[in-house]
């Protein structure tokens, strides 16, 4: 059985399951270069079906992830929203508007939309809860038979939380908050007063909060968001209201509490640093809050997350630290996208055709390209390229890295989720110290404080940090040990953490095998690895690679076994 999950909201996406195993997942981001894209993912499920050689008449079933009728809390908000504050009114109809007409009148002509694009198109489409979707994304992949499940994002159709338990393909649902009280809408509220942009920037702020101070934390706790019995919480709006910051709005008494927001081109003060570490911390407490309760309702083993706040590494080492669950589980697009992948694992569960579940440990579900596709993106530039076999290559690649200069690294499938993993990265030597502000500056082009991130060999990963299990995504954060932090300081954040990767013998062979040349030259399995891209979406084909590269100071590009130099 064939099945496609889609998702034409925010973060756009597709994914194409046979029987319930994975065949193909991407972002609709990626082929329109337009970051977080609100749109069909036309181009996204070409590509699924492509990888898969077959076409769209070849699919049984349809699943999005979004009931796009279920709108009485939303209304009912809105009509409160009225009485409350006219701004707040205009605000919220312009957006509701916004999405009547274009997302959710796709969704009802979905069917058509598909047989226009497509030729055929045989499957009717299946709406399914959003919550359950993202809850499906992530305990029907995990490695666990019974887990709890905490799925935390800005809002589903009525719903800003769900906590649940998985037991084998069952999911049931314990405990939902409902709007407005969103946690996702709290950080990303304070994202736009910080003078970033919301819905998007909440990486940002996660990594500034390890240069403040938590010094406005128990104003946040007291004034704005409240923890209460039983796993609840409640947001206080009309202090903070997300649909008015994301346009630039602030009530009077919040900026009284926490002085005037930040414009964008404005300097990053210390006190912007300070809220953004106490907008952390209490994120972090009512995650910890939800996940207690929830450990205590189940009484299980493991934790599966899922949903945008599910990004937040920091937030999740804690939950991995203290909230009493032996592992915690996060696929590689937790967010909206992965919504999509989900919509098609719960569909496949519901009609009998997830006849094993698979444990995801690979992100690797993108398309690939041949060496020919690669040849011609390089040559038809005029650039330089040499053909190596995969030994040579990594040994060369190993030597340029270790003399401190820059490689961008283009391999087979293209990742799935927003971290580049080994297959569209750019690659740099980890004990410079000044390496990561190089990049910043010269590639880049961002704020200096961003971190980067270390792969390094799985096995050797408890030699440079404090962990004792895997982390092949980057979505968890771990402490350097003491001695690592004079040998990868370009790799280790100011307090002293890592978004660590670790590279096993299985999931990406060739990018281990680069690090392993690596070590031999160096005594050190670690490489710094960041996304392959400037100020745009992840590099998605061979040609993109080509263009991101003229349009930087990086030294070497490597097109599969290709080897590409910059023209001098």
Aim: charged letters at 25%.
């Amino acid at each position: 059985m064939l099945v496609l999950g889609l998702l034409n909201l925010r973060d756009a996406a597709a994914a194409l399951l046979q029987d319930g195993r994975i065949l193909a997942a991407a972002e609709e981001e990626r082929f329109v270069r337009i970051k977080h894209v609100t749109a069909l993912p036309l181009r996204a499920i070409r590509s699924c079906l492509e990888e898969a050689g077959v076409g769209l008449e070849d699919v049984d079933a349809i699943a999005v992830p979004w009931k796009y009728w279920v709108i009485g809390r939303r209304a009912a908000l809105a009509l409160g929203s009225m009485v409350r504050s006219p701004q707040l009114c205009r605000v919220k109809a312009q957006r509701s508007a916004e999405r009547l007409s274009r997302e959710w009148a796709e969704q009802v002509l979905l069917a058509s939309k598909l047989k226009a694009a497509f030729g055929r198109c045989r499957a009717t489409p299946v709406f399914l809860d959003h919550h359950l979707c993202h809850a499906a994304s992530t305990f029907l992949v995990s490695p666990f038979e019974r887990a709890a499940i905490m799925v935390v994002d800005g809002a589903s159709e009525a719903h800003t939380s769900m906590l649940g338990l998985g037991e084998g393909q069952q999911i049931a649902v314990l405990k939902r908050t409902d709007l407005p009280h969103s946690l996702g809408q709290f950080y990303a509220a304070l994202t736009a007063y910080l003078g970033f942009t919301p819905d998007q920037d909440e990486y940002i702020v996660m990594g500034l909060a390890a240069y403040g101070e938590p010094r406005y934390a128990e104003t946040l706790r007291r004034q704005i968001l409240a923890l209460e019995p039983e796993g609840a919480f409640r947001l206080n709006t009309r202090l903070l209201d997300f649909h008015l910051a994301r346009v630039g709005l602030f009530v009077p008494e919040l900026l009284r509490l926490l002085g005037p927001n930040r414009k964008q081109d404005e300097e990053i003060a210390q006190r912007h640093r300070d809220i953004a570490a106490s907008a952390q911390l209490v994120l972090e407490e009512t995650l910890l809050h939800l996940a207690r309760y929830l450990k205590q309702a189940t009484g299980a083993d493991n934790l599966c997350l899922a949903g945008g706040v599910a990004f937040n590494c920091v937030a999740n080492s804690r939950l991995r630290q203290e909230a009493g669950f032996r592992q915690v589980y996060v696929q590689p697009a937790a967010g909206d996208a992965g919504a999509a992948l989900g919509s098609a694992l719960w569909l496949s569960s519901r009609r009998g055709a997830l006849r094993e579940r698979e444990a995801m440990r690979s992100a690797y579900l993108g398309p690939q390209f041949s060496e020919a596709n690669c040849r011609q993106a390089a040559e038809r530039t005029g650039l330089s390229v040499q053909a190596l076999s995969e030994d040579v290559l990594c040994d060369r690649v190993a030597e340029e890295l270790a003399h401190g200069r820059l490689v961008f690294w283009f391999q087979g499938r293209m990742e799935w989720g927003p971290r580049a993993l080994g297959n569209r990265s750019l690659l740099a030597d980890p004990r410079r110290e000044d390496m990561r502000e190089l990049i910043n500056s010269k590639v880049k082009l961002r704020q200096p404080f961003r971190p980067f991130a270390p792969s390094v060999l799985e096995e050797r990963a408890a030699d440079y940090f404090e962990l004792t299990e895997s982390s092949p995504f980057m979505l968890f954060t771990h402490k350097a040990r003491p001695s690592a932090k004079g040998v990868i300081p370009a790799v280790i954040h100011v307090d002293g953490t890592a978004r660590v990767q670790t590279v096993d013998r299985e999931a990406n062979p060739r990018y281990r095998k680069l690090i392993e040349a690596f070590e031999r030259r160096t005594g050190v399995p670690v490489l710094l690895n960041t996304s392959f891209n400037v100020n745009e979406p992840i590099v998605c084909t061979p040609d993109e690679a080509v263009n991101c590269f003229l349009r930087t100071e990086v030294d070497w590009l490597v097109l599969g076994n290709l080897l590409v130099k910059r023209d001098a």
